[in-house]
Nanobody
Framework: QVQLVESGGGLVQAGGSLRLSCAASEAFSSYAMGWFRQAPGKEREFVAAINWSGSSTSSADSVKDRFTISRDNIKNTVYLQMNSLKPEDSAVYYC????????????????????WGQGTQVTVSS
């Protein structure tokens, strides 16, 4: 069973940047990886995803041009670089691994992911 551990969250002012990391307990080079977030009282929503090789990515419209997902299959780590942060980006951020292949159009479906991390809090102050 894959264990995922997120890190890098914290408190930042609006307009600032954070880089989240998600370390996997085993080689995950064949898995698609995703980032999701959940704010209090809201549904968990898709943020960004990347395929096994890093050649294909997808991101939510709300974070396009601000957030970038990447991965390092040697380090078994996926990253989320978040720039120009806004107060509405405040949430618990979760990384997830999908063990079955899926087309890019399904990257945003949280039910396609089999393993989840415990989450890391991101708070953006205005």
């Amino acid at each position: 069973q894959v264990q995922l551990v997120e890190s890098g969250g914290g408190l930042v002012q609006a307009g600032g940047s954070l880089r989240l990391s998600c370390a996997a307990s085993e080689a995950f080079s064949s898995y698609a990886m995703g980032w999701f977030r959940q704010a209090p009282g809201k549904e968990r929503e898709f943020v960004a995803a990347i395929n096994w090789s890093g050649s294909s990515t997808s991101s939510a419209d709300s974070v396009k041009d601000r957030f970038t997902i990447s991965r390092d299959n040697i380090k078994n780590t996926v990253y989320l670089q978040m720039n120009s942060l806004k107060p509405e980006d405040s949430a618990v951020y979760y990384c997830a691994a999908a063990t079955s292949s899926m087309p890019r159009r399904e990257y945003g479906s949280r039910w396609k992911y089999d393993y989840w991390g415990q989450g890391t809090q991101v708070t953006v102050s205005s």
